[in-house]
């Protein structure tokens, strides 16, 4: 597979959604959370009270906020060292991408999870005087928040060039994520270092990799900002631009600041801000969730909705193609089932977890994504690694009905008595949802009800489809369900694992899933000691996105082993994690091609564009290929 694979794909979706119109960032944590932090540093509270952040979130989450920034502004080793907590910085930077991720998940929204990066809070200079240990605080923080899964890098309020170039580099070369680049200026419209606009355009013409979005925060207020984006533009920074002032100037009003401005004041200067470039806006201190609510009903007034912003300097991409499904009739499958395309086809699917919310808009513009991608099936998740989501029943139906694709629904038993199992299958038939996944389940906190395991699932979904229920009562029309089961090639007890998976196929079970492997000798040692399989097999696969989530992967996911030498080959990559994780993707794919039917992509951290990028290529190059599952024989050819 071609270098490329993966690389930039992020940048590219980050640049195309900047071309469709003016985006709206979100506003203050620090002082919207300074009083819950009882005067400690605001960033103790993802450890300490992780639902103040996260209401915080979902409060701009659904004033209309579509970038998302962490909780992390001040979590570097420099910033913390003054307060013992220079331990902390890893865990303050991943638990601060998960509240916002979380937060995204619950509103349903698919809005961006920028990692907020601060200064250093070392004088003039002093990063330079500092050395590595610099750029060492900076690559730590970055690591934590990529290990969370952000979407973007947001480096704010910097005040120093040098230090911003230092800061811009480690961020290129952690990641091939989207930068923004963000200074804050005081009065005499200086830096608080003391550096000009004039001085920032120079540091920003000797970058070989300049950031993908440059512009102010934090400030003197809007009317600031737009005076200095004008600035910009005559010292030759062209943009696009972002902004995020204040909400005005700050003014002592007793023991607190206060900060003169008002939602319609800010909103009033969008359209001129966007004039000058502006094409992402948000607020900082001493703005709310009424500042971003008033940014969006302005943005509804400008011409198109702000999507003829100027973009001086952006990268032009074609307009995205919006897919235009033929959803199901309710009560029937979509046209082309999957069962039909089994070994007539090599098989694609990508797995979709339900959100933790009601809102189903970032489901459904995943779904979008996965049909542009030429897959063919969507897996459906249960509440995986037992946190509460949406019913994955719910989940599957609405995917399905946007898309037109098979959903294959993930039924575990952990939740469920057998009597609300055999409600939810036949309301799942009802639906028109007929592929089901029957698994055991991840063991909850509070110890799961657990009355069948999968086997027993697929007993019942038998009776049912021979028109009885597992008491023998006739229930009318008998079902049409689809059984598959799960598979572990790489358990610890193989010979348990595969004395399971004959007992799920004599319970008829007609499709085997692989839980995501990393070694293909796991899934050949598996098949030596079953034989060859009665019913098709389709692959799991889970891209890697860094070298941190390889790790992570292999010590904190049950079910999950990754080699040494992947993460070792993870850590080399270093910036180029996600290309060479979908390149080590591709390779197992390639290597057990002649066994399998297809294969299923999992996701991580809701990022599901690079997957249904990665689906597209193995569609094209899967075209026209029958899948080696030979029907008549029932068995799979091995090499």
């Known amino acids: 597979m071609g270098s490329s694979v993966g690389g930039g794909s992020e940048r590219r979706a980050f640049h195309e959604r900047l071309a469709q119109g003016l985006l709206l960032g979100d506003a203050a944590y620090g002082t919207a959370l300074t009083r819950a932090a009882g005067g400690r540093l605001v960033e103790l509270l993802n450890l300490e009270q992780p639902a103040v952040v996260e209401a915080l979130h979902l409060s701009y989450l659904r004033a209309g906020a579509e970038i998302l920034q962490t909780n992390t502004y001040a979590a570097n080793r420099l910033q913390l060292a003054p307060y013992g907590l220079s331990h902390e910085v890893y865990k303050l930077n991943l638990q601060g991408a998960k509240i916002a991720r979380g937060a995204r998940e619950i509103a349903g929204e698919a809005a961006l999870i920028a990692g907020s990066v601060g200064p250093l809070g070392v004088s003039r200079g002093g990063a330079q005087r500092l050395g590595p240990a610099a750029a060492d ?33 480690v961020a290129r070369t952690a990641s091939d ?16 270092s003391g550096h000009s606009v004039a001085d920032i355009a120079a540091m920003l013409q000797s970058q070989e990799d300049p950031p993908d979005l440059f512009g102010v925060n934090c400030s003197l207020g809007p009317s600031h900002a737009l005076r200095l984006l004008r600035q910009m533009r005559a010292a030759g920074i062209q943009g696009p631009f972002s902004v995020a002032p204040n909400a005005g100037p700050p003014m002592r009003v007793g023991a607190e600041i206060d900060y003169l401005g008002t939602p319609e004041r800010f909103a009033a200067l969008l359209g001129e801000l966007q004039a000058e470039g502006a094409c992402c806006v948000g607020g900082c201190c001493g703005t709310d969730a009424a500042y971003i609510a008033a940014l969006r009903d302005a943005r509804e007034s400008l011409p198109h909705g702000g999507a003829e912003a100027p973009q001086r300097g952006a990268v032009l991409v074609r307009e995205r193609q919006e897919p235009s499904p033929k959803p199901a009739h309710l009560g029937l499958p979509p046209r082309a089932a999957l069962r039909e395309k089994l070994g007539r086809s090599f098989v694609i699917g990508i797995e979709l977890d339900p959100p933790r919310g009601s809102a189903v808009g970032k489901l459904l513009e995943d779904a979008a994504l996965v049909r542009e991608a030429g897959a063919d099936f969507i897996n459906v998740g249960d509440s995986p690694m037992a946190r509460a989501r949406m019913g994955a029943l719910g989940g599957a139906h609405l995917v399905q009905q946007a898309t037109g694709l098979e959903a294959i629904l993930h039924m575990t038993t952990r939740d469920r008595n057998r009597r609300a199992l055999e409600a939810d299958l036949l309301s799942a038939h009802a639906l028109g949802v007929r592929s089901i996944l029957a698994l055991t389940g991840d063991r909850p906190a509070d110890g799961g009800v657990f009355e069948l395991d999968s086997i027993g699932l697929l007993e019942e979904i038998r009776s049912l489809n021979a028109g009885t229920d597992p008491g023998g009562a006739r229930i009318g029309t008998a079902t049409d369900f689809f059984p598959a089961c799960a598979f572990d090639p790489g358990a610890e007890d193989l010979r348990r694992e595969t004395d399971r998976l004959r007992r799920k196929l004599e319970a008829g079970a007609r499709l085997v899933m692989t839980q995501p492997i990393y070694a293909p000798d796991a899934l050949l040692r598996a098949l030596d000691l079953l034989g060859p399989p009665s019913v098709p097999l389709v692959l799991g696969v889970m891209p890697f996105y860094s070298h941190r989530h390889a790790v992570y992967l292999d010590r904190e996911v049950p079910g999950v082993r990754v080699p040494q030498a992947l993460q070792e080959r993870m850590e080399r990559a270093g910036e180029r994690g996600l290309e060479i994780g979908l390149q080590i993707a591709w390779q197992i794919v390639e290597e057990l091609s002649s066994l399998i039917a297809g294969v299923y992509i999992v996701p991580s951290f809701g990022k599901v564009r690079p997957v249904a990028e990665f689906a597209a290529q193995l569609r094209a190059a899967h075209a026209g290929t029958p899948a080696d599952w030979q029907e008549e024989e029932h068995s799979w050819q091995r090499p």
Do not use: C, H, K, Y
């Open 177 to 192: 994520l989207p930068v923004i680049l963000n200074f804050s200026f005081a009065e005499g419209d200086l830096t608080l």
């Open 137 to 169: 605080a900076l690559r730590e923080q970055i690591d934590a928040l990529l290990a969370g899964g952000v979407d973007l890098l947001l480096l704010e309020t910097q005040a120093d060039p040098e230090e911003a170039a230092l800061a811009l580099s």
